[in-house]
Antibody, heavy 121, light 107 residues
Framework: EVQLLESGGGLVQPGGSLRLSCAAS????????MSWVRQAPGKGLEWVSG????????YYADSVKGRFTISRDSSKNTLFMQMNSLRAEDTAVYYC??????????????WGQGTLVTVSS | DIQMTQSPSSVSASVGDRVTITCRAS??????LAWYQQTPGKAPKLLIY???SLQTGVPSRFSGSGSGTDFTLTISSLQPEDFATYFC?????????FGQGTRLDIK
């Protein structure tokens, strides 16, 4: 059974940093691209970043480019998101999501339960 | 960036009704279109990928069609568990983008 378990969310002041983790199990982690998708309270879905199975290809939304860094550790089956220079508009539930098929980032067949990031003074 | 526009933004329907939601891309995306269902407090669930392929385990009352810029999600006979918010998502190019969502309510 595929499971994705996020952690690392919380309350942080503007300008601060957080590191999100997503522990994956139930599939061959290195074969699938992974992404982070966020959802601000009461709003729609926003794709944040994606990384190929090998980690060699990385993509970001313009809204986080230069501030967030996605990475993965296949030895630990874990996806990460380092978030720096956080802003109020980064407040959201952050989901990690597994790609539906081996290859590049396309669509997401499994999602974690989400972790809430709140940026506020 | 490719903009995804869904219509309607909300719709009210009854159990047993047929409902169609549309999604329009600001430029051609071939068939790289997915549909998701989300209920309050839950993560999204993949329903359709590649515009018309039904994800494993999803009931056959859900179907998708379209290519290029215009796509539709159809629910043939609404069930109580189908009242939720639906999102389309383009997977043709980065950044990946979602539609704003369509809320499906009970009439």
């Amino acid at each position: 059974e595929v499971q994705l378990l996020e952690s690392g969310g919380g309350l942080v002041q503007p300008g601060g940093s957080l590191r999100l983790s997503c522990a994956a199990s139930g599939f061959t982690f290195s074969s699938y691209a992974m992404s982070w998708v966020r959802q601000a309270p009461g709003k729609g879905l926003e794709w944040v970043s994606g990384i190929s199975g090998s980690g060699g290809s990385i993509y970001y939304a313009d809204s986080v480019k230069g501030r967030f860094t996605i990475s993965r550790d296949s030895s630990k089956n874990t996806l990460f998101m380092q978030m720096n220079s956080l802003r109020a508009e980064d407040t959201a539930v952050y989901y990690c999501a597994k790609d539906g098929r081996p290859g590049r980032v396309r669509d997401f067949d499994y999602w974690g339960q989400g972790t809430l990031v709140t940026v506020s003074s | 960036d490719i903009q995804m526009t869904q219509s309607p933004s909300s719709v009210s329907a009854s159990v047993g009704d047929r409902v169609t939601i549309t999604c329009r891309a600001s430029q051609g995306i071939s068939s790289w279109l997915a549909w998701y269902q989300q209920t309050p407090g839950k993560a999204p669930k993949l329903l359709i990928y590649a515009a018309s392929s039904l994800q494993t385990g999803v009931p056959s009352r859900f179907s998708g069609s379209g290519s290029g810029t215009d796509f539709t999600l159809t629910i043939s006979s609404l069930q109580p568990e189908d009242f939720a918010t639906y999102f389309c998502q383009q997977a043709n190019s980065f950044p990946i983008t979602f539609g704003q969502g369509t809320r499906l309510d009970i009439k």
